[in-house]
């Protein structure tokens, strides 16, 4: 635990983990610039390692921050919507996904590419950490939803993929308006959802979600 920069506002942690974020979300680990995080939090990268004592020990609390973040959301989610209704749970999981990203835009790029990455001063520490993060596979969300609503549930595997690239590449496209309007992007993401329960679902279940 870092207990100097727990001790900040959180405003300020916010903008720091925010800044970091952002940066090794466009660069890979060994090349993103300490000096571009820091004018992005606004402070100087002599007080950044203040907090953090140096690069490694920053991107690993990010790391450990976003895993710890993202599983709370998940475990709020399982709590609030406990709906078997497949299009049901797709929607509130957007709803989810565009309040965190309000909070911390850049957190989903960040994860998705210290996936990917390959340094070995980090590479085994981020590999335990993922390790740690709660994950509905395609199995775990077949097993909790009504597959007998689906005309075909063989090809329930395909639709996950199908939402999963178009809610990235929406959210992605759309960054700058989830802040700005945020139930505008739901509600487009949304009609998206619609069109594709009209394909899936048998006939008797097709009702437009709300």
């Not at 309040?99 to 994860?111: D, G, V």
């Not at 689906?150 to 308006?177: H, S, V």
Request: hydrophobic content about 35%; proline content about 3%.
């Amino acid at each position: 635990m870092n207990n100097k920069f727990l001790k900040l506002p959180l405003e300020k942690q916010r903008r720091i983990l925010s800044a970091g974020y952002k940066v090794f979300s466009t660069y890979p680990y060994k090349k993103a610039p300490t000096s571009m995080i820091a004018e992005e939090a606004c402070m100087s990268k002599s007080l950044l390692f203040h907090y953090f004592t140096n690069k490694k020990g920053y991107y690993l609390y990010l790391f450990t921050h976003a895993v710890e973040y993202l599983n709370l959301q998940i475990i709020h989610q399982q709590q609030e919507n406990q709906s078997k209704d497949f299009f049901e749970r797709m929607s509130f999981e957007m709803k989810r996904k565009v309040e965190l990203s309000a909070e911390y835009p850049y957190l989903y790029q960040f994860i998705g590419r210290a996936y990917y990455e390959r340094d070995e001063s980090i590479q085994n520490e981020i590999s335990k950490l993922y390790g740690k993060m709660l994950i509905d596979t395609k199995e775990d969300i077949k097993l909790s939803i009504d597959i007998s609503k689906f005309k075909n549930p063989n090809e329930i595997d395909k639709l996950i993929d199908i939402i999963t690239w178009i809610a990235e590449g929406y959210t992605y496209k759309n960054m700058n308006r989830i802040f700005e309007h945020p139930q505008e992007v739901v509600k487009e993401f949304q009609t998206l959802l619609d069109s594709l329960k009209m394909h899936y679902y048998k006939e008797v279940f097709i009702n437009v979600l709300r």
